[in-house]
């Protein structure tokens, strides 16, 4: 079975810093994974995927991701947070059904 | 393009009451479909999913079921709400196997 943590429960980041929100998964085969954002009382907005190829990858609003095979890591990374970019964070791995992380909540201070 | 709609947006409704939400998606067919609950803002449970009309899988035995009388709709009912049905209740769907996931605007549940 697959699993997706996301061992930090709440990341505090001063605007104009870099915002690092961490990954792990366990899954078998080649992993195909995602990153979410969440605004509070909205629906999940889809930021970045890895499926193959350059283990560095780029999405929505300045955000990239980066895929580590040997440390099964896909963290979500912004080299300068925004206030705006205060919310929660979801990290999932995707088969017939998407498994989430328990999500991290990232809070950017001005 | 392809879109989700999610009705209704937010509800009351008491204890023993029955409940339906409805989920539909535009602009694509045979798609798979996800019902996710999220509880005290934070981590998603999945409900139930569907890859096809008439075909739900469980994830969660609970007073809640699902049902997909059309291609592109996704319905969650219960026939007594318990409290513990509060939440915000997404749906989903992809297209395919390793396809991204997208999610409607959800519908926030208060049951008193």
């Known amino acids: 079975a697959q699993s997706v943590a996301q061992p930090e429960d709440q990341v505090n980041v001063a605007e104009g810093n870099p915002l690092t929100v961490k990954c792990t998964y366990s899954v078998s085969g080649n992993p195909y994974l995602f990153w979410y954002v969440q605004y509070p009382n909205r629906g999940l907005q889809f930021l970045l995927k890895y499926i193959t190829g350059d283990n560095l990858v780029k999405g929505s609003y300045g955000f990239e991701a980066e895929f580590n095979k040997s440390q099964t890591s896909f963290h979500l990374k912004k080299p300068s947070a925004l206030v705006s970019d205060s919310a929660l964070y979801f990290c999932g791995a995707a088969g017939n059904k998407l498994t989430f992380g328990g999500g991290t909540r990232v809070l950017v201070k001005p | 393009s392809q879109t989700i709609h999610q009705w209704p947006a937010t509800l009351v409704q008491p204890v023993g009451s029955p409940l339906s939400l409805e989920c539909t998606v535009e602009g694509t067919s045979n798609p798979n479909l996800y019902w996710y609950r999220q509880a005290a803002g934070r981590g998603l449970q999945l409900l139930f999913y569907?890859?096809?009309?008439?075909?739900i899988s469980s994830e969660v035995p609970q007073n809640l079921s699902a049902s997909r009388p059309q291609d592109r709709q996704f319905i969650l009912s219960s026939k007594k709400l318990l409290l513990s049905d509060s939440g915000f209740y997404l749906c989903a769907w992809k297209q395919g196997y390793r396809e991204t996931q997208y999610f409607g605007p959800g519908t926030r549940l208060l049951v008193l």
């Open positions: 569907s890859v096809g009309i008439g075909q």
